[in-house]
């Protein structure tokens, strides 16, 4: 099992482009989460899914879309970046009654 | 709502010296308590979770429902020690256990 992988690790945009974070996990997890983790601020939720086809928001949602066509798959889209978005972005996976969440290694982004 | 508090941001001892990391949670139904460590621009990895009731890397926890608190206590503290250390909760009643919240964090330092 890969677990969960998140690419890209690196990136940089300029401020109001587009992109899209990947996350995939190869567990059959059905519970998927986005975090942002900023200095100071701990690790805030996104966005998260409890299935294919369900998302909802969680503490800081604006600026950021997710779907969920897969159980695989969790993309997050920024759909126009700003500095304030400047993060490491973490994806997460677990199971009713797994041992916790597993973390991707995270996708580190600078909007310049 | 629910909340997790880790009042120390930083938290420096010296090896062989005994370290206590505090968490207070606030939830109105049944809690799930983690914690997670990060070391240096790594991913986040389970340390402990208050079900399991383990011990992993002389680290333990224990859930204090009365003082709502889930403090990391480890007797002799080890130079590899020095990371990032978060609590987390979920929730164990049913809807809400994929909403994993996190504390802001204490970086914990051992000196030689």
């Known amino acids: 099992n890969a677990g969960v992988t998140q690419t890209p690790k690196f990136q940089v945009l300029k401020t109001g482009q587009s992109m899209t974070l990947q996350c995939a996990q190869d567990m059959n997890h059905e519970y998927m989460s986005w975090y942002r983790q900023d200095p100071g601020m701990g690790l805030r939720l996104i966005h998260y899914?409890?299935?294919?086809?369900?998302?909802d928001q969680g503490e800081v949602p604006n600026g950021y879309n997710v779907s969920r066509s897969t159980t695989e798959d969790f993309p997050l889209r920024l759909l126009s970046a700003a500095p304030s978005q400047t993060s490491v972005y973490f994806c997460?996976?677990?199971?009713?009654?797994?041992?916790?969440?597993?973390f991707g290694s995270g996708t580190r982004l600078t909007v310049v | 709502a629910q909340r997790v508090t880790q009042p120390e941001k930083l938290l420096s001892v010296f090896k062989g010296a005994p370290v206590e990391l505090k968490c207070n949670y606030s939830y109105s139904g049944s809690p799930e308590l983690f914690w997670y460590v990060q070391y240096s621009r790594q991913r986040l990895q389970l340390l402990l979770r208050?079900?399991s009731r383990e011990s992993i890397k002389g680290f333990t926890a224990d859930l204090n429902k009365g003082e709502t608190s889930f403090h990391l206590k480890k007797p002799f503290a080890q130079e590899e020690d020095s990371a990032m250390y978060y609590c987390a909760l979920s929730g164990l009643d049913g809807g809400s256990n994929y909403k994993l919240t996190f504390g802001k964090g204490t970086l914990l330092t051992v000196n030689p």
């Open positions: 899914s409890v299935g294919a086809g369900i998302t």
């Open positions: 208050h079900i």
């Open positions: 997460a996976s677990r199971t009713t009654g797994d041992y916790g969440y597993t």
